[in-house]
């Protein structure tokens, strides 16, 4: 078995040899198929992961307040029975917010985070940072210390004082030491904002970025910027976790007197962590059910190609059979030829998805190559390589020896 294995191999080997240009030309559509397949589900899997670690970095003592088009019964369970209905969400604004931090004032810290794009500029030289508007709460769950200086006071939350706490990253584009960033000027959009403290080193995180690029205002002041009191979610967190199944119950009456009905939901970090973990999944699959259909095309070219190769090997067929080949012989051969094709197809896929893995992960794009993906490439271009093979191998075994024989 294994001598006549071995043989089959050479005559695929020499059968690939004899017509390099028609072989690569075959195997080229299992390479780009195999490199597709592989290629998104490792950033589908690295998107993934991501987004996960970001849910995970919220804390298990941490709560998030969606706006909901449905009438709920404030958690996701009860909104995923509802999926087909849609609507318009009743969207939170910053009385929402402020009513919450006076009713558990000394029980919760709850906020909430505007991002923006803005152009930054010290004088006349533009600095590389991210606004975001929050409040000393937000700080505070976001595990934020200072540096150098001070959080935002009251009166400057209230106020809308055009303040910031900038990034050590940013500091050090802007003065020598952190101390002497304090009171510098930068200009965030069409805005003069005075610095007031400098956020302690984080460095870059995989799924949150570079956290020492950051530039902080008071969400009061991001508001007054937008031009609208609109917060799309809150957040609060829990001083001990053992109790947030408590304060969700609470926060859903309250929220409920408050606005009249159940159109919100109140997500803990596990019931996040499951519904994104099923969506990117989907999408995942998704992706690779796109990629898989030019391994399907590169099949359906190993098998035209193996058809055309047992119409010029109609003698040796005959000659084979006539000294004593058996039809499973010839059907072996030819599927070791086509599996043999998917084979090197396969592993020349793989090669490329590795290279542009390292490529992609310079340029911090999310990308998860696994084993586990690896094998499952390789494994189906086999798999692709011997199915479409079936037909021209049957084609092959079936010949008449006498016919095959006398065939020019």
Known sequence: ??????????????????????????????????????????????????????????????????????????????????????????????????????????ELLVSSLISSYYNVYYQIFPLEATVHGTDNDGLLINRDSISEGRFFTSYEQNAKEKVCIVGPKVAKNIAINYKEAINKIIKIGDHNFRIIGVLKERGYNQSLGDLDSRIIIPLTTA?????????????????????????????????????????????????????????????????????????IVGGIG??????????????????????????????????????????????????????TGEILSRFEVPYNLSYSTLILGFLFSLFIGLIFGVLPAMRAANLDPIQALRSE
């Open 1 to 106: 078995m294994k001598t006549q294995l071995k043989e089959n191999l050479k005559l695929a080997l020499y059968s690939l040899k004899s017509n390099k240009l028609r072989s690569f030309l075959t195997i080229l559509g299992i390479i780009i198929g195999v490199f597709s397949v592989v290629l998104l589900i490792s950033i589908g899997e690295g998107a993934k992961n991501q987004t996960l670690q970001i849910i995970e970095n919220l804390g298990s003592n941490t709560l998030i307040i969606f706006p909901s088009a449905l009438e709920t019964g404030g958690t996701f369970t009860s909104i995923q029975t509802q999926r087909t209905r849609r609507g318009i969400p009743q969207l939170f604004n910053y009385n929402d917010l402020l009513y919450l931090k006076a009713l558990f004032k000394n």
């Open 223 to 295: 508001l007054m910027l937008k031009g609208d009191q609109i917060l799309n979610f809150l957040i609060v967190q829990v001083r001990d976790s053992k109790n947030i199944e408590i304060y969700r119950q609470k926060l859903i009456f309250v929220l409920k007197q408050r606005r009249g009905k159940l159109n919100f939901v109140i997500a803990k970090q596990e019931d996040l962590l499951s519904a994104m973990n099923d969506i990117l999944n989907i999408l995942t699959l998704t992706l690779a059910g796109i990629a898989a259909i030019s391994l």
């Open 302 to 355: 190993i098998m035209n190609i193996m058809l055309v190769s047992v119409t010029e090997r109609y003698k040796e067929i005959g000659i084979r059979k006539a000294i004593g080949a058996k039809k499973k012989d010839i059907l072996i051969q030819f599927l070791t030829e086509s599996g043999f094709l998917g084979m090197i197809g396969g592993t020349l896929g793989i090669g490329l998805s590795i290279i």
